[in-house]
């Protein structure tokens, strides 16, 4: 049974910082490129950032063209966990924050139709 547990959600302030994590089980982590995404109240679901499976030239990311700069994903296989530190943070980013895994190992896809299993999300409020 895979499961996908997010943590670090909170509420911070406009400028401060929080760093999420993703701890995965019940797949074989190393193989999987993982994704976070955001879901505002009212709003679609929003691809943030991507990283794929650690190769021999080493992993890809992909960022949101609006969290570039400030947000940097990063993975570690050995914790089969994933992170989101996320800097600089706007009122605007206030939402739930999902993690994702899919199984193309090679490919920081956007489209949240592309990841097989999401955890149940954490939510981050920046007050302004």
């Known amino acids: 049974q895979v499961q996908l547990v997010e943590s670090g959600g909170g509420l911070v302030q406009a400028g401060g910082s929080l760093r999420l994590s993703c701890a995965a089980s019940?797949?074989?982590?190393?193989?999987?490129?993982m994704g976070w995404f955001r879901q505002a109240p009212g709003k679609e679901r929003d691809f943030v950032a991507a990283i794929t499976a650690i190769t021999w030239t080493g992993s890809s990311t992909r960022y949101a063209d609006s969290v570039k700069g400030r947000f940097t994903i990063s993975r570690d296989n050995a914790k089969n966990t994933v992170y989101l530190q996320m800097n600089s943070l706007k009122p605007e980013e206030t939402a739930v924050y999902y993690c994702a895994a899919d199984p193309t190992s090679w490919v920081t896809s956007t489209s949240g139709g592309q990841y097989t299993y999401w955890g149940q999300g954490t939510q981050v409020t920046v007050s302004s």
């Open positions: 019940g797949l074989t982590f190393s193989t999987y490129t």
